[in-house]
């Protein structure tokens, strides 16, 4: 089975500027999550979606968005980019929704704003 | 509120030698504790998790309540173990939300 992929591997942005990251899960996988990867505050969850409905949501602000389509694939949106989204960006499939479902990494968005 | 605690941001032993990585935790309810691994140049992978009780590539955990902890151990290091390592929360009623800690990176030495 292909694992998770993610679209683009790496992106420059400049501030104000939205952008639109791309992840497909593992085929038969219906939960998708996202994290935010940074050197100082580390792995922190974005949010979940599970059957094209967002089942959880971390603590980020509302310029954070995203959303799942039909065949499970998920897009993340950030509006209004600031200095402070450079990051990695995280993508994690997993056949269900629950903990107990063990996630799966793609490689991660490279996200760089200047 | 979540919290994952991993003190030692870095950790080199002898290859051989025992490895012990730390990791703490804060939760208020029934948490499901889980180590994720990433080798150098590959993805975030799970190593392991309490609920399976289980040993991968030689690494154990056990889950103790009492003291809030879930520790990593290994009784040989061996040098392929060399890895960044996080231990990771979740709830049961999170769904997938999980929290992570801040990582160990391992360096296992010749």
């Known amino acids: 089975k292909a694992g998770v992929t993610q679209t683009p591997r790496y992106l420059i942005k400049t501030r104000g500027q939205q952008v639109t990251l791309s992840c497909s899960p593992i085929?038969?996988?219906?939960?998708v999550s996202w994290y935010q990867q940074t050197p100082g505050q580390g792995l922190q969850f974005l949010f979940e979606?599970?059957?094209?409905?967002?089942?959880n949501k971390g603590n980020f602000p509302g310029r954070f968005s995203g959303r799942q389509f039909s065949n499970s694939r998920s897009e993340m949106n950030v509006s209004t980019l600031e200095l402070g989204d450079s990051a990695l960006y995280l993508c994690?499939?997993?056949?269900?929704?629950?903990?107990?479902?063990?996630?799966?990494f793609g490689p991660g968005t490279r996200l760089t704003v200047l | 509120a979540q919290r994952v605690t991993q003190p030692e941001k870095l950790l080199s032993v002898f290859k051989g030698a025992p490895v012990e990585l730390k990791c703490n935790y804060s939760?208020?309810?029934?948490?499901?504790l889980f180590w994720y691994v990433q080798y150098s140049r590959q993805r975030l992978q799970l190593l392991l998790r309490?609920?399976s009780r289980e040993s991968i590539k030689g690494f154990t955990a056990d889950l103790n309540k009492g003291e809030t902890s879930f520790h990593l151990k290994k009784p040989f290091a061996q040098e392929e173990d060399s890895a960044m390592y996080y231990c990771?929360?979740?709830?049961?009623?999170?769904?997938?939300?999980?929290?992570f800690g801040p990582g160990t990176r391992l360096s296992v030495l010749p």
């Open positions: 994690a499939s997993s056949l269900a929704s629950g903990s107990h479902n063990e996630q799966f």
């Open positions: 085929s038969g996988h219906r939960s």
């Open positions: 979606y599970f059957s094209e409905t967002q089942r």
């Open positions: 939760y208020s309810g029934s948490p499901e």
């Open positions: 309490h609920i």
């Open positions: 990771a929360l979740s709830g049961f009623d999170y769904g997938q939300n999980f929290v």
